[in-house]
């Protein structure tokens, strides 16, 4: 195959028309595929990415975003992408569909660029004599191979992984720019946009490390003919991009090297042992690239025993590594598509990842390299009579993609699908449970931790959620058993500390309960929920000024938090601040009108203090609100008595012995009202 002499060339396609019609087309479709995504619930690593990261609870000033991603979650050291999800929490707060709408348009864009690439290459002097004159339509057909593939949903529903889908997006910008750079006259601003993709690709995943090295290997391939001439022609570009290097090693480090303790060679996994488990890992993403039958949102961690294991799988990555070195030589352009698929998956196959062995979302760029190489070789095949196939190729995989979005519809959907596919994954069987649980399904939840324990023993967080469906399910004897069990595996799981507490107040050992209060808080500090719950123990003790510090703390870590307001307001009373308790129930009924107990107890405060008929307003809301609310009736009876209403306040304190049969105060006042003066 001949290389270009020419030192600046022109890579510009010709009809503008039909390329606009397959931009829209490739919009339409995609959105198309991504219809039924908007209203998938956040699951799996958005809990941590989004529901509880605090970072992201205010878009300005930006650097609260940029610099304060948890270094444990999928947006730590990714400050680009943690900014994404600040404007989608400025947009709708943690209601989906903002976030669902800009993953989609980020896919769109990505589509748009490739799109783009591919024309221009197609249309450059490489390919232009085999595939010039149809370009746009082949650069369509590849696009929406690549766009529609059902392998892709998990970096486009699965909204933490924005992170892959958006370096996808600067990935190809970069390339985009740096084609923009070549054919133009005044190269210097398409080269500046190029950097800065490659610097905002960095920030927002490490697999952007291997732009540079594609970018150059492109060069060679359908610009300047040989690594020589591209590096003599462009060398500051090149060092440019090398520089980009410098900040993604910077926020690497700040997640410690190891990404909180998920990758890296410090992560607890052998390197020879993941390294051999990624000859499967290739082997299946090569096959699902082409068949996507089973897809599994989260396959868990799976281990090499014998080598004999890998054999199979060795065979198909050696013959493909080796097909692409031979290509790079022989073939340059099928070189540079098998270098592309193998280069970018580079970093998750070399660096050891502790949670996930393999994961789908990888295959985000790397699938670009199978659909171009299908839609060429169909070409090539059959001229323009492929154009049947490939069509009708790309509906059935948008088919399938919007057919795999419904299984995303809900958590008990997706876990119950991956259980289904990979059944000795102890992680999916733990998200199973807890999905399972959220639908008040408590003993299939407590059979799936059970199921998740059997593979995996040393679970922590198995136990602790096995803990909470025992003492939704009464059995807390048994679930503080496996609150100590996990915390024996890891003392400093503040979860576990924090749900052992709650289970022995309840059991009346409040004094040990503190205990782990003050250590779930030493753990984690700003923890709303915990300072609550110590203040309640602490009341329950008879130590008022320290509950109501706790209550404090939590309301200024969490203003909107309505059962500390209710908490707070509680002791005060017992302090005699009669008006600054009114202050905090009304407070709590402004954040949640239902809380039946902040109603009944403003209402008995609204009657103390001579505004009785107010009062019985909030009681009778309360009982609106919990018609089974026996406080709430006497103290609507101890009200109507107040005015003198005799007979309805006997009729209250009657359906207080009703709902409370052993209800004494109930008892000693209907003694009161009907005893013969």
């Known amino acids: 195959m001949s290389t270009p002499a020419a030192t600046t060339v022109s890579l510009r396609a010709p009809g503008r028309l039909q390329a606009f019609a397959a931009v829209a087309a490739i919009a339409l479709a995609t959105f198309a595929a991504y219809h039924n995504c908007?209203?998938?619930?956040?699951?799996?690593?958005?809990?941590?990415?989004?529901?509880?990261?605090?970072?992201?609870?205010?878009?300005?000033?930006?650097?609260?975003?940029?610099?304060?991603?948890?270094?444990?979650?999928?947006?730590?050291?990714?400050?680009?992408?943690n900014l994404t999800l600040a404007v989608n929490y400025a947009l709708s707060g943690t209601e989906v569909w903002s976030y669902?709408?800009?993953?989609?348009?980020?896919?769109?864009?990505?589509?748009?660029?490739?799109?783009?690439?591919?024309?221009?290459?197609?249309?450059?002097?490489?390919?232009?004599?085999?595939?010039?004159?149809?370009?746009v339509p082949l650069s369509l057909a590849v696009v929406l191979l690549w766009s529609l593939h059902p392998l892709q949903t998990e970096s486009v529903t699965y909204v933490a992984q924005r992170v892959e889908s958006l370096m996808g997006l600067f990935y190809l910008l970069t390339l985009y720019c740096f084609i923009r750079s070549v054919e133009s006259r005044r190269p210097a601003p398409w080269r500046?946009?190029?950097?800065?993709?490659?610097?905002?690709?960095?920030?927002?995943?490490?697999?952007?490390?291997?732009?540079?090295?594609?970018?150059?290997?492109?060069?060679?391939?359908?610009?300047?003919?040989?690594?020589?001439?591209?590096?003599?022609?462009?060398?500051?570009?090149?060092?440019?991009?090398?520089?980009?290097?410098?900040?993604?090693?910077?926020?690497?480090?700040?997640?410690?090297?190891?990404?909180?303790g998920s990758a890296g060679f410090s992560a607890g996994v052998s390197p020879w042992g993941y390294w051999l488990a990624q000859l499967e890992a290739v082997a299946r993403y090569a096959g699902l690239s082409v068949w996507p039958r089973r897809l599994v949102f989260e396959y868990g961690p799976f281990r090499v025993h014998t080598l004999a294991e890998v054999v199979p799988y060795a065979l198909v990555a050696v013959v493909l590594a080796a097909a692409t070195l031979f290509a790079l030589r022989r073939r340059p352009v099928l070189g540079f598509l098998g270098a592309w698929f193998l280069v970018i998956l580079a970093p998750s196959s070399v660096v050891p990842v502790a949670t996930q062995t393999m994961a789908e979302h990888r295959m985000y760029l790397p699938l670009a390299a199978v659909a171009a190489t299908a839609a060429a070789g169909a070409y090539v095949l059959a001229g323009r009579r492929s154009w049947l196939v490939l069509g009708l190729l790309a509906l059935l995989l948008g088919f399938l993609t919007a057919r795999r979005n419904e299984v995303?519809?809900?958590?008990?959907?997706?876990?119950?699908?991956?259980?289904?596919?990979?059944?000795?994954?102890?992680?999916?069987?733990?998200?199973?449970?807890?999905?399972?649980?959220?639908?008040?399904?408590?003993?299939?939840?407590?059979g799936q931790y059970r199921a998740?324990?059997?593979?995996?023993?040393?679970?922590?967080?198995?136990?602790?959620n096995l803990g909470n469906a025992l003492d939704r399910s009464g059995r807390t004897p048994e679930a503080?058993?496996?609150?100590?069990?996990?915390?024996?595996?890891?003392?400093?799981?503040?979860a576990a500390h924090y749900?052992?507490?709650?289970?022995?107040?309840?059991?009346?050992?409040?004094?040990?309960?503190?205990?782990?209060?003050?250590?779930?808080?030493?753990?984690?500090?700003?923890?709303?929920?915990?300072?609550?719950?110590?203040?309640?123990?602490?009341l329950r003790s008879g130590r008022t000024a320290e509950a109501i510090e706790q209550f404090g703390a939590a309301l200024r870590l969490e203003p909107g938090h309505a059962r500390a307001h209710f908490d707070l307001g509680n002791a005060l009373v017992q302090t005699g601040r009669i008006p600054e308790a009114i202050v905090h129930f009304k407070e709590a009924l402004r954040i949640q009108p239902d809380l039946a107990e902040a109603s009944n107890n403003l209402g008995v405060l609204l009657c103390r203090t001579g505004r009785t008929e107010e009062g019985i307003q909030r009681i009778e809301a309360a009982l609106r609100a919990q018609p089974g609310f026996a406080q709430a009736h006497f103290s609507r009876g101890m009200a109507l008595l107040q005015m003198g209403r005799r007979d309805e306040a006997i009729a209250e304190f009657e359906k207080v012995l009703k709902l409370q049969p052993d209800d004494p105060s109930a008892r000693r006042m209907l003694q009161l009202i009907q005893s013969p003066r």
């Open 499 to 538: 749900n052992l507490a709650k289970a022995l107040g309840r059991s009346g050992r409040t004094p040990e309960a503190i205990r782990q209060l003050g250590e779930a808080l030493r753990i984690e500090p700003h923890h709303a929920d915990g300072h609550d719950e110590l203040g309640e123990a602490l």
């Open 192 to 260: 500046a946009c190029a950097v800065a993709a490659c610097l905002l690709g960095m920030a927002t995943k490490e697999v952007m490390a291997t732009a540079p090295i594609l970018v150059l290997l492109y060069d060679r391939t359908f610009v300047a003919g040989t690594f020589r001439r591209a590096w003599r022609e462009r060398r500051g570009l090149y060092l440019a991009f090398a520089a980009t290097w410098l900040p993604l090693a910077a926020w690497v480090s700040s997640t410690g090297w190891s990404r909180g």
């Open 408 to 446: 995303y519809a809900s958590e008990l959907s997706l876990w119950t699908d991956t259980v289904a596919k990979r059944p000795d994954n102890a992680n999916a069987r733990n998200y199973l449970g807890l999905a399972l649980a959220k639908a008040g399904r408590i003993p299939e939840a407590i």
């Open 452 to 464: 998740a324990l059997e593979i995996q023993p040393a679970f922590p967080g198995v136990l602790n």
């Open 100 to 135: 669902h709408a800009l993953n989609v348009l980020i896919h769109i864009l990505g589509a748009l660029t490739l799109f783009s690439i591919v024309r221009r290459t197609l249309s450059g002097p490489v390919l232009s004599g085999r595939f010039g004159r149809d370009a």
């Open 38 to 81: 908007f209203r998938a619930p956040f699951v799996f690593d958005d809990q941590f990415a989004i529901q509880e990261n605090a970072s992201i609870r205010h878009i300005w000033p930006a650097w609260n975003a940029l610099l304060q991603a948890p270094a444990g979650t999928t947006v730590g050291g990714r400050p680009v992408a």
């Open 480 to 494: 503080i058993g496996c609150y100590e069990a996990a915390l024996a595996l890891e003392p400093g799981f503040a």
